[in-house]
């Protein structure tokens, strides 16, 4: 492994999931890119649970972002994501905590997070957050997920 990648500790390595997001580690990487550029994370099957009732709930989470001096590396994310699956928190403050917490570890140009969560009581809620201002000229494509229609 490069120098590069020296201080990478969870890729290639058996990892159990995190007891809670803000054990988490998420690990960066030096973005190989001068110019700006988006990357996009999305994960469909994404899992929560009601801070009230303790059920479960599901969202589609896709986080656009344009980064800056780092990346974050894909495997940290996917844990760090995976330690929601035991925190009860409501829909609004895991997806704006979620983008808050990349904005904190890898500090992009831009960032913005949709969270399509499933419906609990027949009302599907969808959860936007943006920070910074997209570079002029930066292709933002559409995230698209249709709005809430059995989607499946």
């Not at 989470?61 to 009860?88: M, Q």
């Not at 499933?118 to 920070?131: E, K, L, M, T």
Request: proline share 9%; net charge negative; glycine share 10%.
């Amino acid at each position: 492994m490069s120098d590069r990648y020296s201080k990478l500790d969870q890729l290639g390595q058996q990892n159990g999931l995190p007891q809670s997001p803000d054990e988490a580690v998420l690990e960066r990487v030096k973005n190989p890119c001068d110019e700006p550029y988006m990357v996009r994370l999305v994960a469909p099957e994404f899992t929560s649970i009601c801070p009230v009732t303790g059920q479960p709930d599901f969202a589609h989470l896709v986080v656009d972002y344009c980064p800056d001096d780092w990346i974050v590396e894909s495997k940290a994310f996917k844990l760090f994501l995976g330690s929601f699956r035991n925190h009860g928190d409501f829909h609004e403050a895991c997806t704006t905590g979620i983008a808050q917490r990349l904005v904190k570890e890898i500090r992009p140009k831009w960032l913005r997070i949709g969270g399509y969560w499933y419906p609990r009581g027949g009302i599907p809620i969808d959860v936007f957050y943006q920070f910074g201002k997209a570079p002029e000229g930066l292709w933002i494509p559409d995230q698209g997920v249709p709005s809430y229609r059995g989607r499946g």
